[in-house]
Each structure stands twice: as structure tokens, then as C-alpha cells.
């Protein structure tokens, strides 16, 4: 058990439609980053969030945004969902001054995308 | 896009035998992580190298890291069936010079199974 949950488990989307993905940290960890594992393939990193802030992005567009709360739980939004975004979804998180890199991840989100 | 390359991809063993899995990458790391993954479900943190290390252990791995080579190997000793799960190199680096928080870039993997 990392203590980083998910919610919700599984999702089914069509094309077109928007999603919210939901994610809450380990106790006490201040960043949280989020990731897309296709099928057979390793975890991409979408971005992280500092203090509220997003701190770093990967590759994806901007329909991907992000918001990270106060009590440090945070949400992945998806806007136009395509039949590529069909993936698991995966939030990590993680304590900045004490082992460094090292992500406590969730069990993810499985989104199909119709 | 990917930075790591696992080899082999996939990896059957019997149980008691050792497996080893080795990773590739192509850019400059603060550290390497491995992390295994059961079945699709999230990625659980197994061991972390920092890139002045040469060899770390913990029980039943052993991690290698040579910088020279940008190369990684994985050892797992005494295999056991419940070690059947893919497993992951990540490497980290800094996402802001000079600040704290890291990005992990991952490979593909290597599926390991283990036969009882």
C-alpha cells in the first residue's frame, strides 16, 4: 500500500466528451505528478504539480490540465477525449526534501475512450 | 517519448533461478529507479541509484549502474512466483535547475514470469 488512492477505478468516455480523473497523495507528500501508460508501454509523463502549481509538462497537449488542492489531493481533466487517450491513468506522489525522485504511485484509472 | 530501453522484453524463469533485466537510456541522470508493476496496476518503488554509484543492494536485488555506458542491470536472486510482475527502469532528473522536484522517464519493460 502506497497510500496514494485513486477514483475512479474504471471509466468508459466516447470521443468528444470530457473527463475528470481524481487523485489523493500520500500524507504529508506536496507533489504529484501524472503519467499515461498505454498498453504494453511504459508510464508518460504528462506533468507535475508543486504547491498548487504546475511545476513541469511533458508532451501532450493542452486539453490535458491539472489541478493540485491544498490538502495536497489533485484532479487530471481530459477535454475532446480521442481514441488514443484510451489508457491507464496513473498519479504519484512524492515528498521534495526526502528521498529524492523517488514517486509512490496509485493503482490508476483505466479509461476507454468509445 | 520514452528514454529507457528494457532488454529482454519479456522473461520466463524457474523458480529459485535469477533474473536479470537490463535498461538503457540515452540523456544525463540525477538517479535510476526500478519499479515493478503488477498486472496494471500501479508501479511500486523498488530500488534507487544515485548516478555516482556504481552497485546498490537491497535483499534480493542487486542494481548496477554504469554511467559511462548509460546502461542499468537489474539482479533478482532466488526468484520466487510472486516476483511475476513487469518491471520498470525510470530515470530522474531535475525538472528545474536548482530546484528539488524530479520528472521520471520510464522504458517499456521487461514481463518477468516465474514458473512454480
Known amino acids: 500500500e502506497t497510500g496514494v488512492t485513486q477514483s475512479p477505478t474504471h471509466l468508459i468516455k466516447t470521443r468528444g466528451q470530457q473527463v475528470t480523473l481524481r487523485c489523493s497523495s500520500q500524507s504529508g507528500h506536496n507533489t504529484v505528478s501524472w503519467y499515461q501508460q498505454a498498453l504494453g508501454q511504459g508510464p508518460q509523463f504528462i506533468f507535475q504539480?508543486?504547491?498548487?502549481?504546475?511545476?513541469g509538462r511533458g508532451n501532450f497537449p493542452p486539453r490535458f490540465s491539472g489541478l493540485q488542492f491544498p490538502n495536497y489531493s489533485s484532479e487530471l481533466n481530459v477535454n475532446a477525449l480521442e481514441l488514443d487517450d484510451s489508457a491507464l491513468y496513473l498519479c504519484?506522489?512524492?515528498?521534495?526534501?526526502?528521498?529524492?525522485?523517488?514517486?509512490?504511485f496509485g493503482a490508476g484509472t483505466r479509461l476507454s475512450v468509445l | 517519448s520514452q528514454q529507457g530501453e528494457e532488454d529482454p522484453q519479456a522473461l520466463s524463469i524457474q523458480e529459485g533461478e535469477n533474473a536479470t533485466m537490463n535498461c538503457s537510456y540515452k540523456t544525463s541522470i540525477n538517479n535510476l529507479q526500478w519499479y515493478r508493476q503488477n498486472s496494471g496496476r500501479g508501479l511500486v518503488h523498488l530500488i534507487l541509484i544515485r548516478s555516482n554509484e556504481r552497485e546498490k543492494h537491497s535483499g534480493r536485488l542487486r542494481v548496477t549502474l554504469d554511467t559511462s555506458k548509460k546502461s542499468s542491470s537489474l539482479l533478482i536472486t532466488a526468484s520466487r512466483a510472486a516476483d511475476t510482475a513487469s518491471y520498470f527502469c525510470a530515470t530522474a532528473a531535475l525538472l528545474l535547475s536548482g530546484g528539488s522536484n524530479y520528472k521520471l522517464t520510464f522504458g517499456k519493460g521487461t514481463l518477468l514470469t516465474v514458473n512454480p
Open positions: 504519484a506522489s512524492s515528498w521534495t526534501r526526502r528521498a529524492p525522485g523517488i514517486q509512490y
Open positions: 504539480y508543486y504547491r498548487e502549481e504546475e511545476n
